[in-house]
């Protein structure tokens, strides 16, 4: 498995791949990977013959007073991790390959609406980031597909709108979330929590599970279920962003008895120092 570090060689190792016939995936990451990584990975080597990864912490995602500084930077790690799962190739960037012109007067990509609300709402720009990094990478790699976990389901919608918007001839993948045997999603941030913050962790997902349970018996009094679950959390200690039920593909409020398969609950709550985010069906 190589790591690649500069964009004309990337891209030199992608042509060689397609000359061959081979369809390459792309799986983006931050780094700091773990077991929800690697089955990012799995499925893209089901789908492709090449898998590559990238590996880059984008600083246009992060707010002035999140942990851009303090997220852990692990690419020896995280190279294992790949090799062990398969990925054929590794592209872990200097901040110039990637905004060559620095980041203060890059060229962003904005996607209304979507962007704006829920998680786009605690973290003002960030889905402005998010779009523009991916938007990057899909050029510079110009993958055939590119998977991405439903945990950061928002962020899957407002990538995928993206891509369509722009018409970039990538498939957009989603796997579903891996959780730890007690529920809580694997998330890199996990690890700002104390012995005992991880303790109540899995209420968020608990929650939630409770919550589309009671749509899937039929309640549609969707207010009162998100005070309930709000309520729920903060008596653990947990400071919510939100709690809400949501048109799976839009994020609109559900229409009254909305089907409860087109709905998707989705939660964002600090826990000390930890933001944690989850989300699950509504069926
Ligand atoms: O989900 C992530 O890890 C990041 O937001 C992504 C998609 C790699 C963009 O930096």
Redesign the pocket.
């Known amino acids: 498995m190589q790591t690649i570090d500069r964009v004309a060689d990337l891209r030199a190792q992608v042509r060689a791949w397609r000359s061959a016939g081979l369809r390459v995936a792309l799986v ?3 780094g700091n990977l773990h077991a929800g990584h690697q089955q990012l990975v799995r499925r893209a080597g089901e789908l492709a013959e090449r898998t590559l990864v ?1 590996v ?3 600083p246009t ?1 992060f707010g002035p007073n999140e942990d851009f500084e303090r997220y852990p930077r692990t690419l020896d790690a995280d190279r294992d991790k790949l090799r062990a799962v398969g990925a054929d190739a590794v592209f872990a960037p200097p901040l110039a390959e990637v905004y060559p012109g620095g980041t203060e007067e890059a060229t962003f990509v904005q996607v209304p609406g979507l962007s704006e609300i829920l998680c786009g709402a605690a973290r003002p720009g960030h889905f402005r ?2 779009a523009t ?2 938007s990057r ?1 899909f050029n510079m790699v110009q993958p055939d597909l590119a998977v ?2 439903e945990k ?1 389901w928002q ?1 899957l919608l407002v ?1 995928r709108r993206m891509t369509r918007d722009l018409a970039f001839p990538v498939e957009v993948v989603g796997v579903a979330t891996v959780r730890e045997p007690d529920g809580l999603a694997l998330s890199s941030r996990n690890a700002y929590l104390t012995p005992e913050q991880r303790s109540h962790a899995p209420l968020l997902s608990q929650v939630l599970r409770e919550t589309a349970a009671a749509l899937g018996r039929g309640r549609s009094d969707y207010q009162a279920l998100e005070s309930q679950a709000v309520a729920a959390l903060e008596r653990a200690g947990f400071r919510p962003d939100y709690v809400v039920i949501r048109d799976a593909t839009s994020l609109a409020p559900p229409r009254p008895n909305q089907e409860p398969a087109s709905l998707r609950l989705l939660a964002a709550a600090w826990l000390g120092s930890a933001r944690l985010i989850d989300n699950v069906g509504a069926n």
């Open positions: 983006p990451t931050l990238s880059f912490v984008n995602q980031g998010v990094v991916v990478l991405f976990g950061d962020q990538i």
